[in-house]
């Protein structure tokens, strides 16, 4: 499906978002960082846990509200939450005020709205896309992100030290922006959309009823494998902003990447980041909707399967090395996995989601990012517990149970539609 066939919100969407994301890409890779010289390894890891707790509770309203009060409204909400929240992380990061903390609370609220954000505009694209074509589309706004984690961190790498504040303000302002542009150029999709006031309902009613339609969600068993499959698979790549910056500006010191002759190219830790996630940004931005369009092919099973195979390949490749020849392929093996199931995914839950939960539905699937980035902080105070390589191990191994529980899911699915079969005939 080309892009100038598509519905007219997706492409508002798809510019707006990619201006966002390369400005939110130039500084967010470096922030673990920035708390962690802050605050120290333990603590840091600590308060990102406790930041992502924030998120969860985020993501379970922003499913909720998504189906009730619309798409559009929750992405625009959203948009403008995490504007004003970047202007004041900006501001506490400025030669006016110097405060980590605001900044990690800013930090918080900014993960907050962007988990509002996600499920609706997951649900959007199921809104307006048939089956036949969502994988595809998905796979577009997935290059659209690695194309900013392309030019993102290679920005970053120029601007970031010296300029953290003003980017920071610049995120702001962009985000702020794109709520405008979606107030305005963009329409409501939810196919029950409507919003009724009712000032006698009690605060706590609506909590109530959304634990009850999430108790429908948890009774799909095959669904929640699904999801604690991807919260353990999750410990791989949430490393990639978290444990993998700390351990190569760690490990990597001043080392030659390229030479010309009588010139060389040598980078730091925090540059050695920098190129690796460009790398990675890079072969998603190239080989996302090619890959996608091969793997449908195959078995879906054997497709999730091996991409936790090679996340535990990858991770343990990682912490093997300190050469920086050895990180990018480490990193190449690691964006292979990633790439297997990057159109997939949200394939499959649209496939399996009734159209009058949608939001709900790609809201819980989020939580294997949510909760899967509430777990993934405690890797950066394990590295002082019992070092880098046995944190690597121990990540790669709970990789591996990513792929045990994906082979136990699709078994269920399989048994399941065999005996539906079955009953059908015997009809």
Not at 51 to 59: D, P
Not at 158 to 184: D, E, M, P, T, W
Request: charged share 15%; net charge neutral.
């Amino acid at each position: 499906m080309r892009i100038r066939d598509w519905d007219s919100n997706l492409k508002v969407r798809l510019f707006g978002e990619a201006l966002m994301n390369i400005t939110f890409w130039m500084f967010f890779p470096f922030l673990t960082i920035y708390f962690a010289d802050e605050f120290g390894k333990s603590l840091a890891g600590l308060l990102l846990i406790l930041s992502q707790v924030l998120s969860v509770f985020a993501n379970l309203i922003g499913g909720y509200c998504a189906d009730r009060y619309g798409r559009k409204r929750m992405m625009v909400l959203s948009a403008f939450g995490q504007g004003v929240c970047f202007m004041l992380f900006g501001l506490a990061d400025s030669p006016w005020l110097q405060s980590p903390w605001i900044g990690f609370l800013c930090f918080s609220f900014v993960g907050f709205f962007g988990s509002i954000y996600w499920p609706a505009s997951q649900a959007m694209v199921a809104d307006v896309v048939d089956e036949e074509n969502r994988s595809s589309v998905f796979a577009v706004f997935y290059t659209s992100i690695n194309i900013a984690v392309v030019i993102g961190p290679l920005l970053g790498a120029i601007f970031y030290v010296n300029h953290r504040s003003q980017l920071l303000l610049i995120a702001g302002i962009i985000c702020v922006g794109l709520a405008a542009v979606l107030q305005k150029w963009t329409r409501e999709t939810a196919p029950t959309y409507e919003h009724k006031v009712n000032t006698t309902t009690k605060w706590y009613s609506f909590v109530g009823n959304q634990l009850r339609d999430y108790k429908i969600i948890v009774k799909d068993r095959t669904f929640l494998l699904f999801i604690v499959a991807g919260i353990l698979s999750a410990q791989t790549f949430m490393q990639l902003d978290l444990l993998i910056p700390v351990y190569t500006k760690e490990v990597v010191h001043n080392q030659t990447l390229l030479t010309l002759g009588s010139w060389s190219l040598t980078v730091s830790g925090e540059q050695a980041f920098g190129f690796i996630l460009a790398e990675n940004g890079l072969l998603v931005a190239l080989l996302t909707v090619a890959i996608t369009k091969w793997v449908i092919g195959f078995k879906e099973r054997n497709v999730f399967i091996v991409s936790s195979l090679l996340y535990a390949i990858a991770i343990i490749g990682f912490g093997q090395t300190e050469w920086i020849w050895g990180l990018v392929l480490a990193m190449a093996i690691f964006t292979l996995g990633e790439l297997l199931v990057a159109g997939l995914q949200q394939s499959f839950i649209s496939k399996i989601a009734p159209d009058h939960m949608r939001g709900q539905y790609f809201a819980a699937a989020s939580l294997r990012y949510t909760i899967g980035r509430t777990i993934a902080p405690i890797s950066i105070p394990l590295t002082v517990w019992i070092g880098y390589e046995w944190t690597f191990f121990t990540i790669a191994i709970l990789a591996i149970g990513s792929a045990a529980i994906y082979w136990i899911m699709f078994s269920r699915m399989d048994h399941k539609q065999q005996t539906l079969t079955d009953v059908k005939d015997l009809a």
